[in-house]
T-cell receptor
Framework: DAGITQSPRYKITETGRQVTLMCHQT?????MFWYRQDLGHGLRLIYY???????DKGEVPDGYVVSRSKTENFPLTLESATRSQTSVYFCASRDLTTGRTQYFGPGTRLTVL | GENVEQHPSTLSVQEGDSAVIKCTYSDSASNYFPWYKQELGKRPQLIIDIRSNVGEKKDQRIAVTLNKTAKHFSLHITETQPEDSAVYFCAASIPPTGANSKLTFGKGITLSVRP
């Protein structure tokens, strides 16, 4: 689990500001994922990536942008934060060949005022 | 797309009793079913998973069963302990194709083990 990290762990921002959440993994896993966790909704997929420069939308992509220029990093940007984006955000990764287990990062708690 | 449902949303059991958590899925093509445990303030962690070519899998006090015909799978925890108290998520996935390797999660069930 120490192989996947997220920063910052806590963030407070204001409506309309741009925020970037970072995710870094040291395993060279091909797949990376961003989820948001809200009470009553479980884990909902925002975006995912199969490899560097390959990304695709998940269930709730609106208002978010991702990039993956390097295998180990998968930043998530809220271009203009809204209160409805207050949530806990989890990054996860999965290896291409050694199984289907997803490993989660420690999460980022984001509050949009 | 796949839809995974968990019911009920909360479950309370007495320490030492068994707990059973059930999930249903909608896509008959799904062939991988993991269970994640999330303790308060922590990240979700895989506790057990099952593939569609197996009907049951055990690991010490936990087991998972799969009924492909009815499209449901269950987590069984025996001899529950207070440290089993957590949120449990089930998930389902169709076979990975190209860039698609997504898990669809249920909404989670909060298990409370009463001492």
């Amino acid at each position: 689990d120490a192989g996947i990290t997220q920063s910052p762990r806590y963030k407070i921002t204001e409506t309309g500001r741009q925020v970037t959440l970072m995710c870094h993994q040291t395993w060279s896993h091909s797949y990376m994922f961003w989820y948001r966790q809200d009470l009553g909704h479980g884990l909902r997929l925002i975006y995912y990536s199969a490899a560097a420069d390959i990304t695709d939308k998940g269930e709730v992509p609106d208002g978010y942008v991702v990039s993956r220029s390097k295998t180990e990093n998968f930043p998530l940007t809220l271009e203009s934060a809204t209160r409805s984006q207050t949530s806990v955000y989890f990054c996860a990764s999965r290896d291409l060949t050694t199984g289907r287990t997803q490993y989660f990062g420690p999460g980022t708690r984001l509050t949009v005022l | 797309g796949e839809n995974v449902e968990q019911h009920p949303s909360t479950l309370s059991v007495q320490e030492g009793d068994s707990a059973v958590i059930k999930c249903t899925y909608s896509d008959s093509a799904s062939n991988y079913f993991p269970w994640y445990k999330q303790e308060l303030g922590k990240r979700p962690q895989l506790i057990i998973d099952i593939r569609s070519n197996v009907g049951e899998k055990k690991d010490q006090r936990i087991a998972v069963t799969l009924n492909k015909t009815a499209k449901h799978f269950s987590l069984h925890i025996t001899e529950t302990q207070p440290e089993d108290s957590a949120v449990y998520f089930c998930a389902a996935s169709i076979p990975p194709t190209g860039a698609n390797s997504k898990l669809t999660f249920g909404k989670g069930i909060t298990l409370s083990v009463r001492p």
